[in-house]
Nanobody, 123 residues
Framework: QVQLVESGGGLVQPGGSLRLSCAAS????????MGWFRQAPGKEREFAAA????????DYSNSVKGRFTISRDNAKNTLYLQMNSLKPEDTAVYYC????????????????WGRGTQVTVSS
């Protein structure tokens, strides 16, 4: 049974940083591209970042590019999202996802999803 479990969310002030983690089990982690989506209250879920199975290539939405960094540790079966210069509009539930290709993840064609972790940016 595949499980993706997010952690690291919380309350942070504008301009602050957080690092999200996603622990994966039940799958050959390095064989999957991984990604992060987010869903703000009253809005649709949107793509944030994706990374290839090897970790060589990454992709970001325009709204997070330059502020967020996606990475992975295949030895630990763990995905990360380092979020810097956080803004109130980054407030959302952040979801970890796994799929066959980075491009498919960006297109919303993931295979597996976590349950999400709440990030709130507020003073």
């Amino acid at each position: 049974q595949v499980q993706l479990v997010e952690s690291g969310g919380g309350l942070v002030q504008p301009g602050g940083s957080l690092r999200l983690s996603c622990a994966a089990s039940g799958l050959t982690f390095s064989s999957y591209a991984m990604g992060w989506f987010r869903q703000a209250p009253g809005k649709e879920r949107e793509f944030a970042a994706a990374i290839t199975g090897s970790g060589t290539n990454t992709d970001y939405s325009n709204s997070v590019k330059g502020r967020f960094t996606i990475s992975r540790d295949n030895a630990k079966n763990t995905l990360y999202l380092q979020m810097n210069s956080l803004k109130p509009e980054d407030t959302a539930v952040y979801y970890c996802t796994a799929g066959s290709l980075k491009e498919w993840i960006r297109a919303g064609r993931s295979t597996y999803w976590g349950r999400g972790t709440q990030v709130t940016v507020s003073s």
